[in-house]
Nanobody, 118 residues
């Protein structure tokens, strides 16, 4: 049974930091590129950051560059998103995504809420 379980969301003040985690199970984690997406109320889901299956390559949306860092630990089947200098516009539900590097198989987590507010 495939599971992607996000954690680490919550309420934080502007300028603060949060670290999201996504624990994967039920599939071969090292064979999947991992990404974080987010969706704010009334907006479409957007890509935040992605990381290759090996972890050697990362990609960020322009508005997150320099503030967010994606990483993964293939030994722990976990992907992380370190978010610094958070802004109110970062408020959204953050979703973990797994994309097979060999097939079209794709999985989503249930999401974790991040709220940036004073």
């Amino acid at each position: 049974q495939v599971q992607l379980v996000e954690s680490g969301g919550g309420l934080v003040q502007p300028g603060g930091s949060l670290r999201l985690s996504c624990a994967a199970s039920g599939f071969t984690f090292s064979g999947y590129a991992m990404s974080w997406y987010r969706q704010a109320p009334g907006k479409e889901r957007e890509l935040v950051a992605s990381i290759s299956a090996t972890g050697r390559s990362t990609n960020y949306a322009d508005s997150m560059k320099g503030r967010f860092t994606i990483s993964r630990d293939n030994g722990k089947n976990t992907v992380y998103l370190q978010m610094n200098s958070l802004k109110p516009e970062d408020t959204a539900v953050y979703y973990c995504n797994a994309q097979s590097v060999l097939t079209s198989r794709r999985y989503w987590g249930q999401g974790t809420q991040v709220t940036v507010s004073s």
